[in-house]
């Protein structure tokens, strides 16, 4: 079985890394596009002008529409479209989840976990906060010390 998981998945990294390439889905850098000047002129907001600047010299791609289109390949020549802002958002919203996460079980250990939990405590919480910064170096500690995860034995199973 482990040897037919790892053809499936040999077999499933193959054609995701032979991925056609953006000129494919017939898409032209935005400062060669007609139909993206067309749209830069017709701009009625303020700001877009900057906005259309800001994407005909950054190298997007556009399509036949005249809107930029993201590139999720992989290639690292596109890491600043997808790849940076994902890794960001993963990073932020995993700090959130862990600061929360730690303040939940900081207010337990408390004389009045409820209350606490409604009224927050902003000194803890901001204690929190400023440890949740580095919770990947936190998530790696608690999972190899075993923290993190719990026995089989403590876990409720619904009856089959």
Not at 72 to 86: K, M, N, T, Y
């Amino acid at each position: 079985m482990q040897r037919l998981f790892a053809l499936v998945l040999i077999i499933s990294l193959w054609f995701g890394f032979v991925a056609p390439s953006a000129h494919a889905y017939n898409l032209t850098p935005c400062s060669e596009s007609a139909a993206f000047a067309q749209r830069a002129k017709d701009s009625v907001s303020a700001t877009a002008p900057q906005r259309f600047d800001f994407y005909a010299k950054s190298g997007l791609l556009c399509g036949e529409d005249g809107l930029p289109h993201l590139i999720v390949d992989g290639s690292l020549s596109h890491a600043g479209e997808f790849l940076i802002p994902s890794v960001l958002f993963l990073l932020i919203t995993g700090w959130i989840g862990w600061a929360g996460r730690t303040y939940l079980q900081a207010v337990k250990k408390g004389s009045s976990p409820e209350t606490d939990e409604i009224i927050i405590n902003v000194p803890l919480a901001i204690k929190c906060m400023i440890g949740g910064a580095f919770w990947p170096l936190l998530a790696v500690k608690e999972l190899t010390s075993g923290e993190l995860t719990e026995t089989d034995d403590k876990i409720t199973v619904s009856p089959r």
